[in-house]
């Protein structure tokens, strides 16, 4: 077992061999520009684009002229929410979204309504999920467009979307889904879940970085974007842009990969996940699952642990790379926005852990990340007084605390 043990895969993937293996030809002998139409290397590229175009369709039930190719999920949910707003915007200006989702898709409302649009930001319940009651009841005749995430980056709460895509059409309103988290781990199908647009990302998904994709339905209704990024017209004129053709190739051959073992990977990812919180929840007392108990990503864990120092924790905690509620937003020290949103205590928020299992972790990781965990917290806790209070039976809400 190599040390530090990776365990974030919510931030990033590493590149699936496979994939690798199918993306080098076309760094080298392989290298044509997919827009020349005039010469073998040309077709060669193209031929090899269109094939991940089809890749891509399969694993989300759509056809492939449906999918435009991005350098990741940021853009392509700026495409979705600034693109829809430019086409639309004669129709209205009101947007409904979700207080846990995306930075991407939080600073690209942000930046619509500075220029005038208004947007709804609806809450979640202490699972994280949406209503699609509320969903509705914020509709109004000037909605152009709804935009939820599948999963929840943080807690991997799942949400219903195919209930709120019901809801959306019945009202005629647009429908965004950034499924970044569910591709390749919950099935997904853009026509029953009635989806518009859908933005994926290849890094978390085993294929590269720096490229992603945008589904745009063509039919019932045909959605027109304006585009972000102007230039030769490339992807019917949403996005253009030489082609990334190796990003391209890989992240196809991953949807390929995650298709065909979605069933097994993800049956896996769950007993792993459910290993690593059966060795902490039996051996830990006062700590607490963040998110949903069932409608989660099966490679999704976290977790808040109560009468510990969250920076001491990480600290503690060198040789196994998760994510903290604390550092999510980089240098601040702000617990999460997302477990906020949740109801989680600022101080459950400044404990949690999220542990995103992978396709390569094996179970002898999990034992060692159980045993460190658990060594960890014990022995910050034997530190803690207010942990010895807690055992004692002391309500610490009861107490008085004095100042001198
Ligand atoms: C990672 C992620 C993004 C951003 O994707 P990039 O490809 O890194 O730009 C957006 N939404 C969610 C839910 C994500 O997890």
């Known amino acids: 077992m190599k040390l530090p043990i990776y365990m974030d895969s919510h931030s990033t993937t590493p590149v699936d061999p496979q994939v690798l293996e199918t993306m080098l030809p076309y760094f080298s002998e392989r290298f044509g520009n997919a827009a020349s139409r005039s010469h073998s290397f040309g077709w060669d590229a193209e031929s090899a684009v269109e094939t991940a175009r089809v890749q891509i369709a399969n694993i989300l039930k759509a056809s492939p002229k449906e999918i435009i190719f991005t350098s990741g999920a940021t853009e392509s949910i700026n495409i979705a929410w600034k693109g829809t707003q430019e086409m639309y915007g004669e129709k ?24 005038g649009c208004s947007v709804t930001y609806l809450p979640v319940d202490k699972y994280g999920l949406v209503d699609p009651k509320d969903v509705e009841k914020a509709i109004t005749d000037k909605t152009i ?41 919950v099935p997904i199908d853009v026509n029953a879940m009635n989806i518009d647009t859908l933005s994926l990302s290849g890094h978390k998904i085993y294929g ?9 339905r063509r039919q019932n209704p045909r959605v027109r974007l304006g585009a972000v990024i102007h230039g030769g017209g490339h992807e019917r004129g949403m996005r ?27 049956a896996r990812l769950i007993g792993l996940r459910d290993r690593l919180m059966k060795g902490l929840t039996s051996q830990l007392d006062s700590i607490y699952l963040n998110g949903h108990p069932d409608m ?47 109801g989680v205590g600022e101080d459950l928020a400044h404990t949690s852990i999220r542990f995103g299992v992978s396709r390569f972790n094996t179970e002898e990781e999990i034992d060692f990340v159980i045993e460190r965990v658990v060594a960890v917290v014990n022995r910050l806790r034997e530190m803690s007084p207010l942990y010895e209070m807690a055992k004692e039976g002391i309500d610490l809400k009861s107490v008085q605390w004095s100042s001198h």
């Open 92 to 115: 209205g200006n009101h947007f409904i979204t979700v207080a846990t989702e995306h930075k991407a898709t939080l600073d690209s409302a942000k930046y619509l309504e500075k220029k």
């Open 145 to 185: 467009l709804i935009s939820v995430m599948h999963a929840n980056n943080e807690v991997g709460t799942i949400h219903r979307i195919a209930e709120i895509g019901a809801v959306a059409h019945a009202r005629n309103v647009l429908f965004h889904v950034d499924a970044a988290q569910t591709v390749g781990k």
């Open 208 to 216: 590269p970085k720096g490229i992603g994709a945008l589904y745009v």
């Open 240 to 266: 253009s842009g030489t082609l990334n053709v190796p990003g391209i190739v890989g992240l196809g051959k991953a949807c390929e990969i995650a298709q065909v073992t979605m069933a097994e990977e993800s």
């Open 296 to 342: 989660r990503l099966p490679n999704n864990l976290n977790i808040s642990f109560a009468y510990v120092e969250g920076e001491a924790l990480m600290m503690g905690l060198k040789e196994i790379a998760v994510s903290s509620g604390s550092a999510c937003t980089s240098a601040s020290l702000e617990p999460s926005y997302v477990l906020r949103a949740l």
